[in-house]
């Protein structure tokens, strides 16, 4: 059974830092295209970041709107995703999902129906 999880989100003040975490069970990381998802209340969930399969070698996207401010990275011996988030803003307030899909090239999948795998969720409030 292929189950991520999420942690790492809460409040924090404009121009502040969160880490968020995915960690995923059942599977072996390195064959996962993976990414982050974000929703905010009466919006689409949309694409933050991603990055592809085989991600020693692999390519990553950003988002314009968190491009030079987030990082996407992963530690496949720990079968986790991370995102680093900088310089918060209120506008990145929203819930932050990871996903996972298994693909074995290196085609980037920024689409929520790219992926199978979704986690529960985690809030991310960005307020003063």
């Known amino acids: 059974q292929v189950q991520p999880v999420e942690s790492g989100g809460g409040l924090v003040q404009p121009g502040g830092s969160l880490r968020l975490s995915c960690t995923f069970s059942g599977f072996t990381l390195e064959h996962y295209a993976t990414g982050w998802f974000r929703q905010a209340p009466g919006k689409e969930r949309e694409a933050v970041s991603c990055i592809s399969s085989r991600s020693s070698e692999g390519i990553t996207y950003y988002a314009d709107s968190v491009n030079g401010r987030f990082t996407i990275f992963r530690d496949n011996s720990k079968n986790t995703m991370y995102l680093q988030m900088n310089r918060l803003e209120p506008e990145d307030t929203a819930v932050y999902y990871c996903?996972?899909?298994?693909?074995?090239?290196?085609?980037?999948?920024?689409?929520?129906?790219?992926?199978?795998?979704w986690g529960q969720g985690t809030q991310v409030t960005v307020s003063s």
């Open positions: 996903a996972a899909d298994r693909y074995l090239d290196l085609v980037l999948r920024i689409t929520k129906d790219d992926y199978k795998y």
